[in-house]
């Protein structure tokens, strides 16, 4: 949408967003990474409701991402300015360890991008400018 040239109005994003939420328990992996990624990327905030249940689901399945679904969803947390709380990150480190034997170089180097931002959010860059020598994808 912003992409191309057009910002979405507060009423759009209202409904979009409420129908979200009442499926939020419904998303699979790829559903909630893409959701969170399009709030980052447009830089609108989800509201709470939507945030907690994005972050149940994500809590619920964290075990079943692939590569790529931890290092949106880590890019996702930094962009929005939110930390995932204790528990959620505890899950993405054991996530990225279990699966560190499958990665590339560019899940490497993402992971670890993703990992040190949202390790240090008093320092961290809000579009993730500060480190796009790794975090481009």
């Known amino acids: 949408m912003v992409w191309m040239g057009w910002d979405p109005g507060a009423g759009v994003m209202r409904e979009l967003e409420g129908r ?17 990624w399009a709030y980052a990327t ?13 972050e149940v689901q994500l809590d619920a399945m964290t075990g079943t ?7 949106n969803t880590l890019w996702a947390y930094i962009a929005m300015g939110r930390e995932p709380g204790a528990g959620l990150m ?7 360890e279990a699966l560190a034997g499958t990665f590339n170089t560019q899940d490497v180097a993402n992971t670890l991008c993703r990992l040190v931002y ?5 320092i961290w860059v809000k579009d993730c400018d500060g480190c796009t020598f790794c975090c481009s994808s």
């Not at 939020?24 to 893409?34: C, K």
């Not at 505890?90 to 990225?96: C, K």
């Open 20 to 36: 979200a939420e009442s499926l939020a328990g419904t998303f699979n992996e790829q559903g909630m990474t893409n959701t969170m």
């Open 42 to 54: 447009m830089g609108w905030e989800p509201g709470a409701g939507l945030m907690r249940g994005l």
């Open 65 to 71: 991402f692939n590569t790529q679904n931890v290092a």
């Open 90 to 96: 505890r899950a993405f480190e054991g996530l990225a």
């Open 118 to 122: 949202s390790s240090f959010f008093s």
